[in-house]
């Protein structure tokens, strides 16, 4: 790709998609998402995608278009992104990527294993199996990728199981063998770290002004519409803790402070994983270091 990428990253509520819009119209950008659960058309208001107005006339790809009840992963963004980068380069602009999933940039800019589909019906068998099982077979078959999941996650213990009765070979190989994904000649990379304390304070505003937006209503038409199936959209910050009202297990109020909580958790884990892996980043922490990343551009 002769065009140069900007990759924007960044914490939740850190302001990376006004951000990402600014830079976008400074170099005749368009912005790519990558954040997993902005990718799902169910949920509007509690993944905080941007609306109409916030986009500000700029072109902006992969918000919104899986269904609820779809599992999409890495490498199923990948697959999408790639000609995505491509088309936007191949018109003379300039892919701006923006979002918080680590995942997505780690594979997109150090590489992926290329993994065989897992078949629907060996999905359909591993979707059956009993947690405490899951766990035990995943750890039988794959003891270095299964030391990596904390707690019962039965969507990556699943993918453990899975991966190795498709194709006979552990998952944690295939991850070993990777590939490069984006080749351009030019890459900038930032990733916005604010001051913790003010981001924790952005993000109880924001979710409080999700509430005011419709998130509860939000809440029930996702349930309405893909049920209570394990698509890892229902394990949403935000959404989960509404669900649970919904479902009588809590109030209202304790909803809300536990979604504020635990997405101020997130934040935590998301600035300590940027830290770790984007050292070789330019890191935006005031105003002053954006104006200066734009300036580089």
């Given amino acids: 790709m002769d065009s140069p990428v900007i990759c924007i990253a960044g914490p939740t509520a850190s302001g990376k998609s006004d951000y990402a819009v600014r830079v976008a119209k ?40 899986i269904s609820g009840g779809t599992a999409y992963s890495t490498g199923e963004w990948v697959r999408d992104v790639v000609p995505v980068l491509s088309a936007i380069a191949g018109r003379g602009r300039v892919p701006v990527i923006v979002g918080g999933t680590g995942l997505y940039f780690q594979a997109l800019l150090q590489g992926l294993a290329d993994i065989p589909p897992v078949p629907d019906h060996i999905e359909g068998e591993v979707s059956g199996i009993d947690i405490n099982d ?83 209503d939000e809440a029930r038409t996702v349930v309405a519409s893909v049920g209570r199936n394990r698509s890892p959209m229902l394990k949403a910050i935000g959404l989960s803790h509404l669900l649970s009202y919904l479902d009588g297990g809590c109030d209202l109020e304790t909803a809300i402070q536990t979604a504020k909580r635990d997405s101020r958790r997130l934040a935590k884990r998301q600035m300590t994983w940027f830290r770790n892996r984007c050292r070789d980043w330019s890191v935006l922490a005031t105003d002053e270091d954006k104006d200066e990343f734009l300036a580089s551009l």
């Fill in 26 to 65: 400074a170099v005749d950008g368009e912005i790519v998402n990558a954040d997993a659960l902005q990718v799902y058309a169910d949920l509007k208001i509690l993944s905080a995608r941007p609306r109409a107005d916030e986009m500000d006339g700029v072109p902006h790809h992969l918000f919104g278009h």
């Fill in 134 to 216: 899951l766990r035990e077979e995943a750890q039988a078959v794959d003891p270095i990728a299964t030391a990596r999941i904390l707690g019962d996650d039965p969507q990556r213990l699943g993918r453990v199981v899975g991966v190795w009765r498709a194709t006979g070979r552990a998952l944690s190989d295939w991850q070993a063998d990777t590939r490069p994904v984006l080749r351009a000649e030019r890459i900038f990379r930032a990733v916005i770290l604010p001051d913790r304390k003010a981001l924790y304070a952005r993000i109880d505003a924001r979710f409080d002004r999700m509430i005011q937006a419709g998130a509860l």
